[in-house]
């Protein structure tokens, strides 16, 4: 495994997906108590106790805020159901930028229902993207499409490769006004032969987020058997290198679906082993 400087705590960030069981509030005091800086909730926690009050805990809490999952969405059959979709991420970008967020995370979307057609989709992804970026750029709200494992492609992202997201973001921001990047989540890269020339082709100004867990070997659900760092074969160094090298240099964000263990393990607990990986194997 590859080892360079060690990670700085104050980058740690976590997102609320972790600690699957647990409200904003919550979630936000345990980050507190183990002085972690950053958090990334996902809609439905902030749904629970609304944006403003979402806004006071994090506040409270002095938390950065490193994404907000997610918007996207995007394909769809019919296009009233597509255009449901724009106006849902529209509303998340407002959200986004209520909570002070770095950015909004998009999951692109699969398959339309009874769908075969890849091309098709990928166009919804494009013009989907292309309606909400007006909107993010007046709320000064960068957009962060997330490429997807391919294993994902029916259901839930069509954009699979660093290389897609980025042709996107180029043909959508061609000046390249830092409307719209990536966010890298190692779980869903790691494995892609490309991917330190796309992440040096990314930028600081494209890389917006930095997701992190670990592939464990062997994994027993694709979705909810995620990692912790350090417990399967990503070579997470490696790749916060070639992030850094690249210009990034914004905070590291813990996100592990677990359905048969983390999730079932006290919020202390959690996050005391996020800390000593974070600090040890990233
Ligand atoms: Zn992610």
Redesign the pocket.
Known sequence: MTRLRPTDPSQLSI?TATLWESGLREVAEGLCRHGIRGIAPWRDRVAQVGIAQARRILDDCGLSVTGL?RGGMFPAAGAGERQLAIDDSLRAIDEAAALGAKCL?MVCGGLPEGSRDLPAARQMVRDGLGATLGHARSCRVPIAI?PLHPMTTAERSCINTLCQALDLCDELDPDAAGAIGV?I?A??VWWDPDLQTQVERAGKLRLL?F?ICDWLRPTTDLALDRGMMGDGVIDLPRLRSCMEAAGYDGMH?V?IFSKHNWWKRPVDEVLAVCKSRHREVC
């Open positions: 997102n999952c995370v997330e966010a989540d779980y869903h987020a997701h964000e996100e």
